[in-house]
């Protein structure tokens, strides 16, 4: 038997439980008079992305992540090099090389980082199957804007995603696994506006 999706969208609360097998379409908004829906696919546009690279099993975090060759071994470390100029000049996309990554390869919080439509920052697995880059720890956010996740899992016993006080996040392409019904909210959103979640499953 499949298990019941629950949406909630409250103003500017948005609370999401995800326990389900099935899809969720984006959310329509608009920008400085631009939709950002093509069909039911959000736009991102075409920022000038600036790679860093992750790798988790030949990265280090000594090198300086700007090709494949030279990858940083933590997401930590990727996130952590993106400056904290408000708003971003850059848009900046992080790499994930193929594998497991541990809690200790992740921030403990992603946050403070405030991107726009034009420089956004994405995090997106690179492997063949959305189930070849996995996190094995929570992603927590906060206060955050335009950060976009695709093509990735997160996989845990526990809550899997949570983002307070984020603004414009898309989700896509990407499975959210917070164990044998163990996890309380596998993803959830509070005060934060502009929420995009698009072809999500649980695995």
Known sequence: MKKTCIIYLISVFVLIFLQCTTSVNALSGTYEGKSFVDGQSFSIGEPSFSDIWVDPVHGNDALDGRTAATAYRSIKQAWDSIPTTNPLTQAYRINLQPGNYPPELLPTYW?????????????????????????QATVSLFDVQYVYFDHLRVQLDGDAFHCEACDHILIHDSIFDGGNQIAQETIKFNQSQHVYIEKIGRA
């Open 111 to 135: 946050e403070n980082h405030h991107g726009s439509f034009y420089h956004p920052i994405m995090i997106r697995g690179v492997g063949a199957s959305n189930r070849d880059v996995t996190l």
